[in-house]
């Protein structure tokens, strides 16, 4: 599994941005995906994720009423809708696809990350 996003920038406190993620090679193995993101001297915390079966979705606290996940299986593409955007989002977003392999070992899939920068 391979992923490649995009969409990141900088933005004013207040603004939106709209982040996505393409996923190509075995996406069929995908059980769920989900968004993280890092600051320096950090570590990588989940922002949210969703399932690529039912679609159920999970945010972290700080960022629920402000993003939305979402998925596009025809496309193979995930996205972040994040409005009124804080400068403490300030990160770089990194895509994750898990596959369960076995129903037992969990396989992490990253892709290399968009910068998000959010001035106040």
Known sequence: VQLAESGGGLVQAGGSLRLSCEA??????INAMGWYRQVPGKQRELVASITTGGGTTNYADPVKGRFTISRDNAKNTMYLQMNSLKPEDTAVYYCDAVVVVGGLVRNDYWGQGTQVTVSS
């Open 24 to 29: 190509s090679g075995r996406t069929y193995r």
